[in-house]
């Protein structure tokens, strides 16, 4: 899977946590020790929606994330997360770094990245199923 590092970050937020931890307990597995720049720290982060007809942004409220940084390889990853999970941010940031070092289980996180999109794009076609039979067409008058 070819994604960007954005995209990658994104996906790792939404990874679940037993995948994410199981992932970089293996990452870990060769005796690399990672440094820790950012331990996992919760916060709230501004979220903000765009409107979609006027196309206006306006601030929906606060929401509850972590997030952590880590040195890998000599190579810096990232993660943040909403929720207060410390340890599935932790693990997001390795897998995030073992991806910009090259390492050996780059193809493994990538992997996850691509079954994390794949349940995503499951679960939105889902939601539009339920949905379709609630859409109003309208007629044209002329």
Do not use: K, Y
Request: with cysteine; aromatic share 2%.
């Amino acid at each position: 899977m070819n994604v960007t590092r954005e995209e990658r970050a994104g996906l790792l937020a939404l990874a679940r946590a037993e995948e994410l931890v199981g992932l970089a307990d293996a990452c870990l597995a060769d005796g690399a020790v990672p440094r820790v720049l950012r331990a996992p720290e919760v916060g709230c982060v501004a979220t903000q929606v765009r409107e979609p007809i006027a196309g206006d942004r306006f601030l929906l409220g606060d929401v509850l994330a972590v997030q952590a940084e880590v040195e890998l390889g000599g190579s810096r990853g990232w993660s943040m997360r909403l929720g207060d999970d410390r340890v599935a941010a932790l693990a997001a940031a390795i897998c995030d770094a073992e991806v910009e070092a090259g390492r050996a289980r780059a193809d493994e996180v990538l992997a996850l990245c691509e079954r994390v999109a794949a349940r995503e794009a499951a679960a939105e076609a889902e939601e539009w199923a339920q949905l379709a039979p609630t859409v109003v067409e309208f007629e044209e008058l002329t």
